[in-house]
């Protein structure tokens, strides 16, 4: 079993729709990361966050240490954020990544 | 502010032979870390050198090396190529570190190993 557990793998969506991923862990984390990647290769951070809640434009991403399970949600989706999102968790100051979601949004 | 710059973006290179990638961080960084992705493992850590020493490293064979200049660049080094190490390399720089300030990514190198 991986450490960092992403669900969905794949998702597809309408234009407008509001978008959850979400990811769990099984270990104890400093901090918890949200990347977005595109068709190409490159790499963005979105998140950092190791409690609560977070928001940047649409996108708002949470945390729950207890439960050790975070999500990314997208709100009014665009087929600019098709891109695969990775979660990764911070342990001994490395990155542990999931596999990611790819996620799609058609017009 | 220019971003992380990774060189070569594209290299083919058949199995035995030694690779160098080079890492140029964002002005001001200090702390460089490297990663493969492969669409079998998807993201790993490699290492990361902060100063140029290398502060922390990933569960990746002996064969696969780095290090890091005054200047914060950073190279990594794989000998003895395999075709499993075909992959998506990926440097990411950062102030400080992981944890404490946010990274920032490169392009990345696509190496195909034949």
């Known amino acids: 079993k991986n450490e960092v557990e992403q669900s969905p793998q794949n998702l597809t969506a309408q234009e407008g729709e509001f978008i959850t991923i979400n990811c769990s862990y099984s270990?104890?984390?400093?901090?918890l990361h949200w990347l977005q990647q595109h068709p190409g290769g490159g790499i963005v951070s979105l998140f950092m966050?190791?409690?609560g809640k977070k928001k940047h434009g649409r996108l708002i991403a949470t945390i729950n240490i207890q439960e050790k399970h975070s999500s990314l949600h997208i709100t009014a989706s665009h087929p600019r954020d098709s891109a695969v999102y990775i979660c990764?968790?911070?342990?001994?100051?490395?990155?542990?990544f999931g596999k990611g979601t790819k996620l799609t949004v058609n017009p | 502010k220019a971003g992380v710059t990774q060189t070569p973006r594209y290299l083919i290179k058949t199995r035995g032979q030694q690779v160098t990638l080079s890492c140029s961080p964002i002005?001001?960084?200090?702390?460089v870390s490297w990663y493969q992705q492969t669409p079998g493992q998807g993201l790993q850590f490699l290492f990361e050198y902060f100063s140029e020493t290398q502060r922390n490293k990933g569960n990746f064979p002996g064969r696969f090396s780095g290090r890091q200049f005054s200047n914060s660049r950073s190279e990594m080094n794989v000998s003895t190529l395999e075709l499993g190490d075909s992959a998506l390399y990926l440097c990411?720089?950062?102030?400080?570190?992981?944890?404490?300030?946010?990274?920032?990514f490169g392009p990345g190198t696509r190496l195909t190993v034949l």
């Open positions: 002005s001001g960084h200090r702390s």
């Open positions: 990411a720089s950062s102030l400080v570190g992981v944890g404490v300030n946010e990274q920032f």
């Open positions: 270990v104890g984390i400093s901090a």
């Open positions: 990764a968790v911070e342990r001994s100051e490395k990155l542990v």
């Open positions: 966050l190791s409690s």
